[in-house]
Nanobody
Framework: QVQLVESGGGLVHTGGSLRLSCAAS????????MGWFRQAPGKEREFVAGISRSAGRSLYGDSVKGRFTISRDNAKNTVFLQMNSLKPEDTAVYYC????????????????WGQGTQVTVSL
């Protein structure tokens, strides 16, 4: 089994920055693609960013392009999400996810999920 644990969420003002981390443990050799999703109250889960195992490919949701950057450290089995120029509409619970090799925005293709970390952006 694979466990994913997010950290780094919190409260920030509009225009501020946060860096989320997600540490994987367990059978990490199962993991290839890692990604971030978010879900705001009353809304569907939304794809934020994804990164391939080699970090050679990355993918972003339209609403975060140019502001968020995903990266990973395979030696530490950790994926990061650097979030800059944060807006109130970025407020959500952010989830780390992973799968064995499907590079996709579709949450249905991710087998492993973290418990989520709250990000709140105030005016």
């Amino acid at each position: 089994q694979v466990q994913l644990v997010e950290s780094g969420g919190g409260l920030v003002h509009t225009g501020g920055s946060l860096r989320l981390s997600c540490a994987a443990s367990g059978r990490t050799f199962f993991i290839s693609v890692m990604g971030w999703f978010r879900q705001a109250p009353g809304k569907e889960r939304e794809f934020v960013a994804g990164i391939s195992r080699s970090a050679g490919r990355s993918l972003y949701g339209d609403s975060v392009k140019g502001r968020f950057t995903i990266s990973r450290d395979n030696a530490k089995n950790t994926v990061f999400l650097q979030m800059n120029s944060l807006k109130p509409e970025d407020t959500a619970v952010y989830y780390c996810a992973a799968n064995a090799g499907v590079f996709t925005r579709d949450a249905r293709n991710y087998n492993y999920w973290g418990q989520g970390t709250q990000v709140t952006v105030s005016l």
